[in-house]
């Protein structure tokens, strides 16, 4: 093979430039096309949205309400459950602590509202007998 019959790189081929112009020219062309096109069909293509989607609409408004209906009475249901358990649950974690401060000794508020209900009634049976007896020193 001689120097002649060799291919040349891509790069040094001398009608490369105008190759890409071409092809260039030939996207901008197709694109101004489709754009033209789209502009040309957009207004029937939104209307035919429009209607179809007014057809939807009415076709889906009633049962979305009926769907919706549905899922608040589940929420209200599971709402009145959860109210319930999570009640329960308070329940049975005071008397667990309740429970638990028992055994280690620790009285409850309730104890020392008595306790303290009985002091007072004490003090008062003191100070009564006190009054008594200063009565009868003098």
Same mark, same amino acid.
């Given at each position: 093979? +001689?120097?002649?019959?060799? &291919? ?7 009608? $490369? ?5 071409d092809s260039?020219?030939?996207?901008? %062309?197709?694109? $101004? ?9 957009? !207004?029937?293509?939104?209307?035919? =949205?429009?209607s179809e989607?007014?057809? %939807?609409?009415?076709?889906?408004? !009633?049962?979305?309400? &009926? ?16 109210? !319930?358990?999570?009640?329960? %649950? ?7 602590? +309740?429970?638990? =401060?028992?055994? $280690? ?17 004490? *003090?008062? +049976?003191?100070?009564? %007998? ?7 020193? *003098?």
């Amino acid at each position: 093979m +001689s120097d002649h019959d060799e &291919k040349k790189p891509p790069t040094e081929d001398p009608q $490369l430039p105008g190759k890409i112009k071409d092809s260039a020219r030939q996207i901008w %062309l197709a694109g $101004l096309g489709a754009y033209n096109k789209a502009g040309e069909d957009a !207004g029937k293509f939104f209307d035919r =949205l429009v209607s179809e989607g007014e057809q %939807l609409e009415n076709k889906t408004r !009633g049962m979305v309400g &009926k769907h919706v209906k549905t899922v608040e009475h589940k929420v209200d249901d599971v709402r009145d459950k959860a109210t !319930g358990t999570w009640d329960k %649950l308070e329940t049975l974690f005071d008397q667990r602590v +309740s429970g638990a =401060l028992r055994r $280690l000794g620790i009285p409850r508020h309730e104890d020392i509202t008595a306790l303290e209900q009985r002091i007072a009634e004490l *003090e008062q +049976s003191v100070a009564q %007998l006190r009054g008594e007896r200063g009565d009868e020193e *003098e």
